[in-house]
Every structure is written in C-alpha cells, then in structure tokens.
C-alpha cells in the first residue's frame, strides 16, 4: 500500500534576483544620461536683476560665461569685498577678457565659432561702470553677441 504524507510546511518563496542587477544598470544609465556636471564653481556671489523681457537661450554650449559679483565670504579674505570678475575658475582682471575669449573660441570647432555668446552674470548690485569696462573689452576681442543674465521678474505696463 501507499503511503501518504501530510502537507509539509512551505517557506515564502525566495525572489529571482536576476532580474535586479538589469534594473540597478537602467538606473545608473539614466542617470549618467540626464546629469549634467557644472563647468565651473562660482566664487563670486550673484543676484540677477529682473528683466520684464526675459528669453531663454536655444544653445548653452556655445555660452561662455563672465560673472561679476562681490565674491563669496570664504573668498574674502584673498580678494576683498570689492566686485570681481570670474572667468572660468579664477578671479581675473578686465585685461584678461581678450585672452578668455581668444581660448573660448579656440576650443570651439570651427563652424561654432561664428555662433559663440557672451554671458555677463552679474550682482544687480554691481555698478555699471564695471559691466562697461567688460563690454570694451569684448569689443577688442571680436566678441560681438553678449547676453546679460536676469531673472524673470514683473512686466511694468
């Protein structure tokens, strides 16, 4: 004669984990996708203006940027509280602006080339002295387009 058995006990099934190293790999790729990493750190602060016609820029790569702000409290120390200007990484004089624009230019291919804006960030609480100054000196260096950076504020009918 047979012989029957009662029902054993069943654990909890365990989970099929080969499928989770395809999920983790998705993830780490959509993410390297969608990151963008900072080209420069700021050492200068900056508060934008508000403009009333605010338009959003259609090609960032092809910006470079000038900032120019009181730098920040760490920086202090080094350069003071009077406005600097920031091209790149590093704290620089208005006759460096020639120079900065001749390496941006260089390091663009050549059809970009024709196409390169300037961006002025600067501290609303900068005087327009300084921007003028910046602005000569785009003009020697053959850089034509600038944009001036601003936030989106209230239209004044």
Do not use: H, W
């Not at 001749?102 to 600067?122: F, G, H, N």
Request: proline content about 6%; hydrophobic content about 40%; some cysteine.
């Amino acid at each position: 004669m047979a012989r029957f058995t009662g029902k054993k006990a069943k654990g909890t099934p365990e989970l099929n984990m080969g499928s989770m190293s395809d999920i983790i790999f998705m993830l780490l790729f959509f993410f390297m996708v969608i990151t963008t990493m900072r080209e420069s750190s700021l050492y200068v602060k900056i508060i934008p203006p508000q403009g009333s016609e605010v338009v959003k820029l259609e090609r960032k790569s092809l910006v470079s940027y000038i900032n120019i702000g009181v730098p920040l409290p760490d920086q202090q120390k080094k350069y003071g509280t009077d406005p600097r200007i920031q091209l790149n990484d590093q704290i620089s004089d208005v006759s460096d602006i020639i120079t900065f624009c001749e390496l941006e230019r260089s390091a663009r291919p050549e059809p970009d080339r024709p196409l390169l804006t300037t961006a002025i960030k600067a501290d609303k609480q900068v005087r327009m002295g300084m921007i003028s100054d910046v602005k000569q000196e785009l003009r020697k260096a053959g850089a034509l387009k600038i944009f001036y950076n601003a936030s989106k504020g209230q239209r004044k009918d």
